[in-house]
């Protein structure tokens, strides 16, 4: 186990947790607390993965493997987050989206439906992937 699920709850979403690291690995620290997930689920105990910040991390959403969710990001619905993959700022991944590899999703973007961003790709400011898109490879 790396973390547990405290008894903080978000502020406006009192169904949502807050998580303390267990143990030291990757860049957290034992002790350190970290975002808000509803159950065990949404985070993986297995490689560095880990939410940050105020972000959370809902439903059937799952983060694995060395991903990082941050900030005020919001991963809910069938959601996956895996590989290296970076969540920040205000971004929201939600349905049966996908990002992994070593892409990046920031700013305020929003990626749902069945949309992927994989590979290096990147995208960030304030853009919408959604359907069936597809952003890969070094896609900026």
């Known amino acids: 186990m790396k973390y547990e699920i405290t008894n903080e709850t978000h502020p406006t ?17 034992k002790g350190e607390l970290g975002g808000f997930i509803e159950s065990e689920e949404n985070l993986c105990h297995e490689g560095d993965c880990w ?15 060395d991903a990082k969710v941050s900030d005020n990001a919001q991963i809910y619905g069938n959601a996956q987050i895996y590989g290296n993959a970076v969540v920040p700022d205000n971004a929201v991944v ?13 700013g305020d973007t929003k990626v749902s439906g069945r949309a992927k961003v994989f590979g290096n790709a990147w995208v960030y400011g304030n853009v919408r992937v959604y359907g069936d898109a597809e952003v890969c490879e070094r896609a900026r």
């Open 51 to 65: 939410v940050f910040g105020d972000a959370w991390v809902s439903g059937n959403a799952e983060v694995s493997g």
């Open 13 to 29: 979403t009192p169904y949502l947790k807050r998580i303390r690291a267990l143990k030291d690995f990757s860049d957290v620290k």
């Open 94 to 106: 939600s349905d049966n989206a996908q990002i992994y590899g070593n892409a990046v999703v920031s």
